[in-house]
C-alpha cells in the first residue's frame, strides 16, 4: 500500500455559508477569499466570509464581522491589514469622488454619543481608500453596506444557548 500516492487537491475549500446560509455555488475567487479569512483570524468559525474584491495595489474581504483593507502579498496574515473597520464602528460606506478619482469613504460611529443614536464622527473617523473605477466602488459600497446589514439582522436574532438545546432534546 505504500506504492499508493497522496491525493493531490483539484480545488480550494469552498465557502460552507453563504450571506443567506445557503451554500453557494463554487467559486475559485471565493475559496481564495475564504482562505484568506482563516488565515487572518486564525481558523475562527464564527465569523464566515461574505466577499473579496481585488484591486490593483489591495483587496477588500469583507465577513460578517469586520471588512478588512489588504496589502497584496506572497502570503496574507494580519500584518497586511491596513485599515479594519468592525461593523459595530462603521456607520455606512458611501462613494466620494474628488478630481475624477473615486473612493470608499467609510464613516465610523462617534466615540461618545450621549443620546445612543449612531452619529457619523468628526472627520478622522471617515478614512477613504482609492478605487480604481466609479462602477467597482459602488459594488464595493453595496456589498460593505449589505454585509452591515446582515451582521445588524443577526445580532437582532434569538440565540439559543446551550442549556435551552438540551431542554428541547429533552423534551
Same mark, same amino acid.
Not at 481585488?54 to 496589502?71: A, H, P, R, T, W
Given at each position: 500500500?505504500?506504492? #499508493?500516492?497522496?491525493?493531490?487537491?483539484?480545488?480550494?475549500? #469552498?465557502?460552507?455559508?453563504?450571506?443567506?446560509?445557503?451554500?453557494?455555488?463554487?467559486?475559485?475567487?471565493?475559496?481564495?477569499?475564504?482562505?484568506?479569512?482563516?488565515?487572518?483570524?486564525?481558523?475562527?468559525?464564527?465569523?464566515?466570509?461574505?466577499?473579496?474584491?481585488?484591486?490593483?495595489?489591495?483587496?477588500?474581504?469583507?465577513?460578517?464581522?469586520?471588512?478588512?483593507?489588504?496589502?497584496?502579498?506572497?502570503?496574507?496574515?494580519?500584518?497586511?491589514?491596513?485599515?479594519?473597520?468592525?461593523?459595530?464602528?462603521?456607520?455606512?460606506?458611501?462613494?466620494?469622488?474628488?478630481?475624477?478619482?473615486?473612493?470608499?469613504?467609510?464613516?465610523?460611529?462617534?466615540?461618545?454619543?450621549?443620546?445612543?443614536?449612531?452619529?457619523?464622527?468628526?472627520?478622522?473617523?471617515?478614512?477613504?481608500?482609492?478605487?480604481?473605477?466609479?462602477?467597482?466602488?459602488?459594488?464595493?459600497?453595496?456589498?460593505?453596506?449589505?454585509?452591515?446589514?446582515?451582521?445588524?439582522?443577526?445580532?437582532?436574532?434569538?440565540?439559543?444557548?446551550?442549556?435551552?438545546?438540551?431542554?428541547?432534546?429533552?423534551?
Amino acid at each position: 500500500m505504500s506504492n #499508493r500516492t497522496q491525493i493531490q487537491r483539484i480545488r480550494k475549500p #469552498r465557502c460552507c455559508i453563504g450571506p443567506h446560509g445557503l451554500l453557494p455555488r463554487y467559486s475559485e475567487k471565493q475559496s481564495e477569499g475564504q482562505e484568506q479569512l482563516f488565515r487572518l483570524t486564525d481558523n475562527i468559525q464564527a465569523e464566515f466570509f461574505i466577499a473579496v474584491e481585488q484591486i490593483d495595489s489591495y483587496s477588500v474581504l469583507i465577513s460578517s464581522k469586520v471588512v478588512y483593507f489588504l496589502n497584496h502579498g506572497k502570503y496574507i496574515d494580519r500584518d497586511a491589514i491596513f485599515l479594519e473597520v468592525k461593523y459595530d464602528d462603521l456607520y455606512h460606506c458611501l462613494i466620494t469622488k474628488d478630481h475624477g478619482k473615486a473612493y470608499l469613504q467609510l464613516t465610523k460611529k462617534a466615540e461618545n454619543s450621549s443620546s445612543g443614536v449612531a452619529i457619523p464622527g468628526p472627520s478622522h473617523n471617515k478614512p477613504m481608500v482609492h478605487v480604481k473605477s466609479e462602477s467597482l466602488a459602488v459594488k464595493i459600497s453595496q456589498e460593505i453596506n449589505y454585509a452591515k446589514s446582515l451582521y445588524y439582522e443577526q445580532q437582532l436574532k434569538l440565540q439559543a444557548n446551550e442549556s435551552q438545546e438540551h431542554l428541547e432534546l429533552d423534551s
